[in-house]
């Protein structure tokens, strides 16, 4: 690749004032070099030695921000240099410099430009007002970069708030769910106890603490199963979806006849198998029909639906019920999050939210989808 334009001509431009004899010497101590696009000339954090000024073509010069996130801060054209702060301050490169398009540049190497510098003082001011532009210009990304991180360590802080204010709650919840059966199973022992219970109502009694112990059982197995998900790493290996669906649906059918609801199963034809852990997946969808035929109406119905998309199976859980608040759709999986009360009406079982799906889907290559009536997760197919 050549140039179109004298490589005099733009080293003017690039620092006004220089003279034919100041000119001459920079391009003498210069190599003309050609680049194709997407070209990466200056690496960020790295000890290099090359000054750049760009005679045809444009870089892109970005900056890893908060460790994370690269962030576009200028363009350069022909007439523009860079390069020249690491070889002034003999650092690394503050900034990752891309080539745009197919570039043609002057390129020096550090003795090189320590001998420009010397040799010309036009380019020696022009450069140093152009490393006093771009210092101030550092300092306010700089400003900005604190400000931004202040604004999240905020925002992290006021999350944290939030998550310890639905800790406590959750765990009152809890204490409440654990008393009630506790204060009735104990209440029917003691009266066993001081033979209060007539022997013909004996069987009766003997069975209501049976029923009261198992909720307590269900409720312990439910806080180590959340404790054993943070824990424990799933076991990934192929799982029929439809199997696991169906085992969901006949679990969850008992306690839908008790409010006449009913759970309805539809799949479609081949689905593929997805990659998973039976445990954990069967767990998520479980919670997740377990709350829709909680919060459904007597005589209403959940829908269980999977079907084929792409090289995906979807599974989406739908009722009748009331719904999710808008303002609570961004908070269904948070840690400890618990809606247990909605409109005046009070809702039974322990009701664990949406944590437990959304913890699970760590088990299964899943993205969890929901609005006010629906929840969906696409599972990616093994292979």
């Not at 006449?260 to 799949?267: D, F, G, H, N």
């Not at 377990?290 to 109406?297: G, L, Y």
Request: hydrophobic content about 40%; proline content about 4%; aromatic content about 6%.
């Amino acid at each position: 690749m050549t140039t179109s334009r004298a490589p005099g001509e733009i080293v003017q431009r690039a620092f006004p004032g220089t003279s034919p004899e100041e000119v001459a010497t920079l391009v003498a101590n210069s190599q003309l070099r050609s680049y194709p696009a997407e070209t990466i000339l200056c690496h960020e954090k790295a000890l290099e030695e090359t000054f750049y000024l760009i005679l045809e073509g444009e870089v892109e010069v970005t900056r890893v921000i908060n460790d994370r996130e690269a962030r576009l801060i200028t363009k350069f054209g022909p007439g523009e240099y860079f390069g020249e702060m690491a070889l002034v301050q003999s650092a690394p490169r503050a900034a990752t410099v891309k080539a745009l398009t197919p570039l043609v540049v002057l390129e020096m190497d550090k003795d090189a430009f320590d001998r420009v510098l010397r040799s010309s003082s036009s380019v020696s001011w022009a450069m140093v007002r152009e490393i006093g532009r771009r210092l101030s210009e550092n300092d306010q990304m700089t400003i900005d970069d604190l400000r931004m991180r202040t604004s999240e360590l905020a925002l992290a802080y006021r999350k944290l708030a939030e998550q310890e204010m639905a800790r406590r709650e959750f765990l009152a919840n809890i204490a409440r769910q654990l008393r009630t059966p506790l204060i009735a199973a104990g209440g029917y022992l003691q009266l066993i106890q001081k033979a209060g219970i007539p022997p013909k109502n004996l069987n009766i009694a003997l069975e209501t603490i049976s029923r009261q112990v198992g909720q307590i059982a269900a409720l312990v197995n439910d806080i180590l199963f959340l404790q054993e998900m943070d824990l424990i790493l799933g076991k990934f290996e192929p799982l029929d979806m439809l199997e696991i669906a169906h085992n969901v649906a006949d679990k969850c059918t008992q306690r839908a006849r008790k409010k006449s609801v009913r759970v309805r199963l539809e799949a479609d034809p081949g689905l593929l198998p997805v990659l998973g852990d039976a445990k954990h997946l069967e767990r998520a969808l479980t919670v997740l029909v377990d709350n829709a035929v909680k919060f459904s109406p007597n005589g209403g119905r959940v829908e269980v639906r999977l079907r084929k998309e792409g090289e995906q199976v979807v599974v989406s859980v739908s009722d009748q019920g009331i719904g999710i608040q808008s303002e609570t759709l961004q908070r269904i999986f948070d840690r400890f999050y618990h809606r247990n009360r909605s409109s005046g009406q009070v809702f039974g079982a322990s009701a664990w939210g949406w944590r437990s799906p959304n913890r699970s889907s760590s088990s299964i290559k899943a993205g969890w989808k929901y609005t006010a009536s629906r929840v969906r997760a696409a599972l990616s197919r093994c292979g």
